[in-house]
């Protein structure tokens, strides 16, 4: 749209241009020539200027693009007009010229905040991912498209679930709390995630990443911002046009998990000394021996499907934009228990009313539904059941009589017998829809008793619907000056439904109850914001002046019940399972909730930014938010967050114009910028106030006197408390070389996060034992390093872009009243997560390993401390006891780098993606090992390499001495490197002749196949290293069993008409 | 257009100066705003107090709701030279034997866990006097008289164990760093200071406190009264050295009709159910009658460590509870004792009891049918199969739990605060250092009702500190009078020699139950034991004080 309007104003300047300077005595000596000038659509282009070079002749297109004017045949003429690229050629009557898109212009403008700005003036660190890069992916989710694409921003894909939304993290880790997510704003709209927009909407993604971008959103921009424009029609260029893009995705488990199979199990546990070969006896192995793969039993193939239909059009007065998309992403897991859909419009319009009016509006409405199933716990977790499942174990019981005895005791209905004593039959056996019985472990009762009980069991749905938009007008009353005024909305609501039965699979893994819940949940939210930009010059200074305010609302509403109790339904048919046919028996539990939430903010911003002569740039950026009293006193709720932002384009210099080619470089700029956000979203729930808990104490003034009853506050007042407020120095270098052929961006940033909020004790003097307060600091430092290659060889077409950050994370400071917090609790291990000064955030704290006895170890004493294969932990305290004293740091889950590589080559119709990324530094810690239970599986890789009397040079001890071991399988030996390359997109299209598709109607006709995510280049021996970790800050690197990210094939097509 | 300019801009600039503010005020949801409920009105004030006897309640039973200890009971008994640290074996319930044996240090669980607790009592006790001391009603001053009282005595106990602890008199924030009393800059107090403080506190409170009506008012023990008042007075000057002025504060308390000595015959149920309100006590924790509904103010560790070994051995007495057999005698005491009152004596019988004869024969079994005493002595159902650890020839008997005085495992009786023979005493040592030949009648009192052969014909202080060892035993008193009368001599061995108890019966098959004691020396090579200079006090808490308040001055030799 800027482009336009300065397509708009470049034709008025040129046509004065023409007219004070035009020379009336080359008229005639020349003859006269007319032609026409048309874009690359076959559009005409108005207003370009067709010049003799040198000279002061020449013309200016009209409304239909044609020109006219005298010239000598032969006469060079130049042909130019912002936004595309100037072109020379031999003047010819009856002319027609075609100007190719200026690619460089069109990246020229980037989305602030409350405007735009032209890219080459932009002075802060901000990443710009355009639509280009966001086809054709097989991923759904706006934030997964994100993924090594832009330098500084890491995704975090946390499982390959269907509907699971990725997580954004923008330069680094900066606080202790999980709210460490982006703010993400889409077409000015604050959204609470961008999941449900489909990239192929998106016109761009603008990321603002230093603090002096961001401190425009103030209070909220600690963690960076994200900023979506989805499409408007406008790039177009105001062709109508109809587009369909449709995909279909199969997806397969990526790698199949690394667990033992049944003879190396048995040798496992043989080294375990466990008594393996009595069990195998007593249970008939030899006889009927069984070797299943749980992988096998619990994956397919699952297949994806999405459709989009996009109708856009426009011209000078406005534009439309309507796209449809459909998604229906049934997952690996058998059946039809891991599904999304997702049915999703996006509504674009924008009308100039009047001159000095323009309105429009932007909506999305979004219906979806999910269908999950559990893992990322330690129990009932069907990834977990995959992995630990023996093998020994077949998948299905033909017979009653295969059953282990509790479990016939149970469907005998054995009275006094069984482990239940109310609750007995058949009906507890979970069965299969072919009639059989899912089979249960004979060596070992565990959470779960097999994947697909727990499969079975699961009837958990839920489903919503959200409408976002917004509406806006822009007035312009005098020149340069635009006043917008824009109310935004978020309408949403979703239920779910879950229900299950009584069962029995072994003593750790069944039910003695129905329960049956519901829930509803609404959300209304909107903002409104009335801004002003006003741009002029003074000479060579150009200024741009913006002033705002805005106030957000929302307002959530949910109600929730429940039922729980031995028999709880009036009928248990499928269409008795709603809370309406909930009993009244004495032993039916019921629960019912209700809750309103509210939350408000107030704001106030301005910026303003001055260039002189495009090569000094300047930016002053202040934001003053306030927020309701649920997050904080009255008379602490402002906060003031201001910024500056310079940049020095070396390149417009002329000592440097005069010395250095374009050929060689052809842009250089320098820029640094220092700025303050915070992170409100750690306070909540009046976390300042001093509230009574009311009649929560009491006390008896008698040995048979009546309660009294007595209020207190419920903790220390705070009115001091305040968000976590972050500081950034960003300084960054902008290149472009060869003819813009080579582009580079390097940004260095050092992030300082401080006030942190920590739950302390205070001195006990104080009286009250905890309390939370503003205590801890973190630091995160980086260098982003953005490349790209460019260049075409006659037909073929070819570019490169590379991106690679690092980042060192340190936590800085924590209150002295608390050394470390500690996050988390296994009980198969003594692993902890912890927060502590010098350390980086949620490092893994656990034991050192030093190694395995070769020898027998003696103390000083005589006493045999460790025996050959034996493991050594670290004795720090030098007690000789290896206790909660000795842990240390064995690592993290931050990695130090990231990075990512995309190809794309074009020759004729046929194009090639390559787009790979990877991390690399970062640790992995697999809690897939059970101290607890003997005869669980788990990774072949601790089979393949423990240590005995054969094999001494292994890395981990004898399994027998460390099979109980809590303390050895929190240490360092059970830390991987969690370095991967994924390649996630291997795509090869092919775009068929115009000349052949136009005869059917159709512009382009484009297909493609793809392979996503489909190699991984790693040495982690899980299931998948990219998604190996919990959706917890406080636990990244901690894998408790996650969905995998699967493997895609894409098969793709695009028709645009 | 021009036309329209002037009233655009106008709007414009009516679009910015829109204020929310007002939507900005959201009130929290299921609490009462700070101001909305200390209003000043006696139902407030009330609601503060009840709230701060609760807060007091469970501080004292188990503070920072930690079930497996006591520290109100075990800190001030176990460092005395009347008992052992005892328990299944060596190193068991540690907390217990450390200081015992003299062998804590600044992180001592018990020492935090007290020190805590009873800042957390003063907190409560602050909220009462800061929220209602300018409120002009009777109710509100009655409450915050109650309050002060509280106040001054958690001052006096702090500054009995830690000497100069800070003074804290309003609520603090969260960020004070409160001094040592005496190295306050705004208002510096010594130890003694700080004591006469207290007492002065309670004294001008004094006016406002409800009155015990009788011997019989139970509930008037439940609450802070003007006796308890005087009590806190008293101690305080006393532990100030101030002796007239304990004498004075004193007087009315001693000379009431509405306390008094039960008689002997019951006195051993002060200390359990039967008698928990009864006319000896002057201010108990009155904890809830039932675990069940309030877990959190019942002790559980009370019964359960202090309680008999019983599964050590091959039955017990009906009567009593078993435990985990965590406090032993000293034999020292249990002689002295018997040979001051006598083996017959009321006190003696009420206060220890002897394994032979009388746990092992006396005291009836529910498995005794017609058995005589020289079938038990071979009977099977009775005796020490194995060993109890840190028990002489006599147990405690005092404060072990009764079957009647347990909720499933929770103790249920009040922990007791303040008692009428602990003011006679206070009031005759004050006499007997004055020279006040008064305080006799309340020594004779005493002991008259224990039964003791031992009467006293004067007032000295030895007599006053004789009887104070056998009267208070097992009340808190021992260690902190010793340290203030500088008898700390007896307390250097401690935890240098423990008995273990066995039965020949079982453990040497004798034909009939022998009960002889074997020395043990846990702590053989290490430093154990009362040193001068540094014992005389509890640490302040390492970690959770001194690690993080640069204000305070640990005490000496820690």
């Not at chain 1, 635009?482 to 779910?496: A, D, K, P, V």
């Not at chain 1, 290293?1025 to 901690?1038: C, F, I, K, M, S």
Request: hydrophobic fraction near 35%; charged fraction near 20%; proline fraction near 4%.
């Amino acid at each position: 749209m800027l482009k336009q309007l300065i397509a708009r104003a470049a034709t008025i300047v040129s046509i004065f241009a023409v007219v004070l300077l035009g020379s009336g005595n080359a008229f005639a000596q020349n003859q006269a020539i007319s032609g026409k000038v048309l874009d690359a659509g076959g559009q005409p282009v108005i207003g370009a200027a067709v010049m003799v070079p040198g000279t002061t002749n020449g013309a200016t297109t009209d409304l239909n693009g044609n020109f006219s004017l005298r010239v000598a045949p032969r006469t060079i003429l130049e042909v130019s007009c912002i936004g595309y690229t100037t072109i020379r050629v031999s003047a010819a009557n009856g002319m027609v010229v075609t100007l190719e898109d200026d690619t460089e212009m069109l990246e020229e403008t980037v989305v602030i905040g409350y405007g735009v700005q032209k890219k080459s003036d932009l002075t802060g660190s901000v990443a710009s991912v355009r639509s280009d890069d966001l086809q054709n992916r097989s991923t759904s989710d706006a934030a997964a498209a994100l993924q090594g694409k832009a330098a500084g921003v890491q995704i975090l894909n946390y499982s390959g679930a269907p509907g699971q939304g990725a997580a954004i993290r923008v330069r680094g880790y900066s606080s202790n709390s999980g709210n460490i997510g982006p703010l993400l704003i889409v077409d000015g709209l604050k959204v609470d995630n961008i999941q449900y927009l489909d990239p192929s909407m998106i016109e761009s993604m603008e990321i603002l990443k230093d603090a002096a971008s961001a401190a425009i959103y103030g209070a909220e921009a600690g963690n960076g911002v994200v900023l979506i424009t989805t499409k408007t029609g406008a790039s177009n260029n105001g062709r109508s046009s109809i587009t369909y893009d449709g995909k279909v995705t199969i997806q397969s488990l990526a790698h199949l998990p690394g667990v033992m199979n049944a003879e190396q199990f048995i040798d496992f546990k043989r080294m375990q000394d466990y008594p393996i070969d009595d069990m195998l006896a007593n249970n008939g192995y030899s006889t009927n021996p069984i070797d299943t793969d749980w992988s096998k039993a619990l994956f397919e193939n699952g297949i994806a499907q999405q459709h989009a239909l996009t109708f856009q059009g426009g011209n000078n007065n406005g534009h439309f934009f309507v796209s449809l998309n459909y998604l229906n992403n049934n997952g690996i897991v058998v059946g039809d228990k891991d599904v999304y859909t997702r049915l999703s419009t996006q509504i674009n319009a924008d009308y100039n009313i009047k001159k000095w009016l323009q309105v429009g509006t932007n909506n999305s409405i979004e219906k979806w539904s999910t269908k999950s199933v559990s893992h990322m716990s330690e129990t009932n977790s069907v990834m977990m059941a995959v992995i630990q499942n023996d093998p020994l174990t077949p998948v299905y019981y033909d017979k009653v009589e295969q059953m282990p005895t509790h479990m016939q005791l149970v469907y005998n209905n054995t009275p006094g017998e069984s482990a239940f004593e109310k609750y007995n039959g058949p009906d507890l056996i979970t069965q299969a829809p072919d009639g059989r019985w899912y089979a249960v472990s004979r060596y070992s009762d565990n959470d779960h008793g097999s994947p697909l009980i727990q499969l079975a069991r699961n009837n958990q749905t839920n489903e919503g619907m959200t409408l976002r938009g917004s509406l806006y007008a822009n007035l312009m009353p005098v020149k340069g000056l635009t006043i917008t005024s824009r109310f935004g909305y978020r309408l949403s609501y979703s239920n779910g439904h879950n229900y299950s039965t009584p069962y029995w699979a072994n003593t750790m893994a069944k039910a003695t109850e129905y329960s049956i819940s519901a829930n509803a949940n609404t959300g209304l939210y909107y903002q409104w914001e009335n801004f002003a930009n006003y741009n002029f010059n003074l000479g060579k200074n150009a200024f741009t002046v913006m002033a705002g305010m805005s106030f957000t609302h929302n307002k959530s509403d949910n109600v929730n019940g429940s039922a729980t109790g031995p028999d709880i339904l009036s009928g248990y048919e499928p269409n008795f399972r709603y809370l309406d046919y909930v009993n009244s028996n004495s032993d039916t539990k019921k629960t019912i909730r209700n809750l309103p939430g509210e939350s408000a903010q107030l704001s106030y911003f301005g910026r303003i930014t001055w260039s002189y002569d495009n090569r000094y740039s300047l930016q002053a950026n202040f934001r003053a938010d306030a927020f309701d009293s649920s997050k904080l006193s009255a008379q602490n709720r402002w906060g003031y967050f201001p910024s500056f932002s310079a940049g020095w384009t070396i390149s417009n210099e002329p000592f440097f114009k005069n010395n250095v080619g374009r050929s060689a470089v052809s842009f250089l700029k320098i820029r640094a910028s220092w700025g303050q956000n915070g992170n409100i979203n750690v306070l909540n729930n009046y976390p300042y106030a001093t509230t009574v808990s009311y009649n929560s104490a009491n006390y008896e003034y008698g040995p048979t006197a009546e309660k009294s009853y007595g209020s207190q506050p419920n903790g220390l007042p705070n009115p001091n408390l305040k968000w976590e407020t972050s500081q950034q120095i960003d300084v960054g270098l902008d290149a472009r070389f060869f003819n813009n052929r080579l582009t580079l961006g390097v940004d260095w940033y050092n992030k300082d996060t401080k006030d942190l909020l920590v739950s302390i004790n205070p001195v006990p003097e104080i009286g009250v034992s905890s309390t939370t307060v503003n205590g801890g600091n973190v630091n995160n430092q980086g260098l982003e390093v953005e490349l790209g290659w460019k260049d075409t060889v006659g037909d073929f077409k070819y570019s490169i872009n590379a991106n690679f950050s690092t980042l060192t994370n340190k936590v800085t400071y924590l209150d002295p009243n608390i050394s470390r917090i500690l996050y988390g609790s296994y009980y198969v291990n003594q692993l902890r997560t912890a927060f502590e000064a010098n350390y980086p955030i949620w490092y893994m704290y656990g034991y050192q390993f030093d190694g395995i006895a070769q020898e027998e170890i003696r103390d000083a004493a005589g006493n045999v401390t460790h025996k050959p294969g034996d493991p050594i932990l670290h004795d720090f305290t030098g007690d000789n006891v290896i206790g909660e004293a000795d842990k240390t740091y064995i690592g993290k889950g931050i990695p130090d780098y990231t990075y990512g590589v995309t190809i794309n080559l074009e020759w004729k119709g046929l194009d090639f993606t390559l787009f790979g990324t990877g991390v690399g530094g970062n640790d992995i810690f697999p809690v897939l090992y059970r101290t607890d239970r003997p005869y669980v599986n788990t990774l072949e890789y601790y089979h393949a390499n423990s240590w005995s009397p054969k094999n001494t040079n292994a890395r981990f001890p004898n399994p027998a001495a460390i099979k109980n071991d809590t303390q050895f399988w929190a240490s360092s030996a059970n830390i991987f490197d969690g370095s991967y390359f994924k390649i996630k997109q291997i795509q090869l299209g092919y775009t068929l002749p115009s000349n052949i598709t136009k005869k059917i109607l159709i512009n382009t006709l484009r297909v493609y196949v793809s392979l996503d995510d489909f190699f991984t280049f790693t040495s982690y021996p899980g299931l998948d290293p990219e998604t190996a970790t919990t959706t917890n800050a406080q636990q990244l690197g901690v894998d408790l069993g996650t969905y995998p990210t699967t493997r895609k094939v894409v098969f793709g097509l695009n028709v645009n008409f | 257009m021009k036309k329209y300019f002037i009233p655009l801009v106008l709007a414009v600039a009516g679009l910015f100066t829109v204020s929310c503010q007002g939507y900005l005020e959201i009130p929290q949801k299921g609490v009462t705003a700070y101001e909305d409920f200390y209003n000043g009105s006696d139902e407030s004030a009330e609601g503060a107090l009840v709230a701060m006897y609760a807060r007091f309640a469970s501080n004292i039973a188990r503070p920072n709701g930690e079930a497996i200890i006591c520290p109100y009971i075990a800190l001030f008994n176990l460092p005395g030279d009347d008992v052992y640290a005892a328990g299944e074996f060596y190193g068991d319930n540690d907390f217990n034997g450390q200081i015992n044996e003299f062998r804590f240090d600044a992180n001592a669980q018990l020492v935090t866990s007290m020190y805590k607790g009873f800042y957390q009592m003063i907190y409560g006790a602050n909220l009462v006097i800061d929220n209602f001391s300018e409120v002009n009603s009777t109710v509100a001053q009655r409450c915050v008289a109650e309050a002060r009282v509280l106040r001054a005595w958690v001052h006096m106990m702090l500054a009995i164990g830690w000497g100069t602890p800070p003074l804290v008199t309003h609520v603090l924030d969260g960020a004070a760093k409160p001094y040592n009393c005496d190295l306050d800059p705004d208002n510096p107090m010594s130890h003694n200071e700080l004591l006469e403080w207290c007492a002065k506190e309670c004294l001008e409170a004094r006016g406002s406190l409800r009155e015990r009506t009788s011997k019989n008012d139970k509930d008037g023990v439940c609450y802070i009264t003007k006796g308890f008042a005087d009590f806190v007075a008293g101690k305080a000057y006393v532990f100030a050295g101030k002796m007239n002025e304990a004498k004075a504060a004193l007087k009315p308390l001693v000379s009431s009709d509405k306390y008094d000595l039960a008689p002997a015959e019951r006195m051993r149920d002060t200390y359990h159910i039967v008698g928990e309100h009864n006319e000896e006590v002057i201010f108990t924790s009155n904890l809830n009658n039932s675990s069940s509904t309030d877990l959190g103010k019942s002790v559980w560790m009370h019964q359960d460590i202090w309680g008999w070994r019983m599964d050590h051995c091959a039955g017990q007495p009906a009567s009593i509870k078993g435990g985990w057999g965590g406090l032993g005698v000293r034999e020292d005491f249990a002689k002295a004792l018997v040979a001051n009152d006598g083996w017959d004596s009321p006190r003696r019988k009420a206060w220890i009891r002897q394994f032979d004869p009388e746990i092992l024969y006396d005291m009836p079994y529910n498995t005794d049918g017609s058995k005589t005493l020289a079938d038990k002595k071979k009977a099977d159902d009775r005796g020490i199969q194995t060993y109890l650890y840190g028990q002489s020839e006599y147990l405690q008997y005092k404060r072990v739990c009764d079957n009647a005085d347990m909720d499933n495992w929770f103790s249920t009786i009040g922990v007791l605060v303040a008692r009428i023979a602990e003011a006679y005493l206070l009031y005759a040592e004050a006499c007997a250092v004055t020279g006040d030949s008064d305080g006799l009648q309340y020594l004779n009192k005493i002991q008259d009702r224990a039964g003791s052969l031992h009467r006293s014909t004067a007032c000295t202080l030895e007599e006053v500190k004789n009887e104070k060892r056998f009267e208070m035993f097992m009340e808190g008193c021992r260690w902190a009078d010793q340290v203030r009368w500088g008898d700390t001599a007896s307390l250097v061995d401690n935890g240098k020699r423990v008995p273990q108890l066995y039965d020949a019966y079982w453990v040497d098959k004798e034909p009939e139950h022998r009960i002889y004691v074997v020395d043990q020396h846990p702590n053989a090579g290490k430093t154990v034991g009362f040193q001068t200079g540094k014992h005389e006090l509890f640490p302040f808490p390492g970690a959770a004080v001194i690690a993080i308040n640069e204000n305070i001055r640990q005490n000496p030799g820690y």
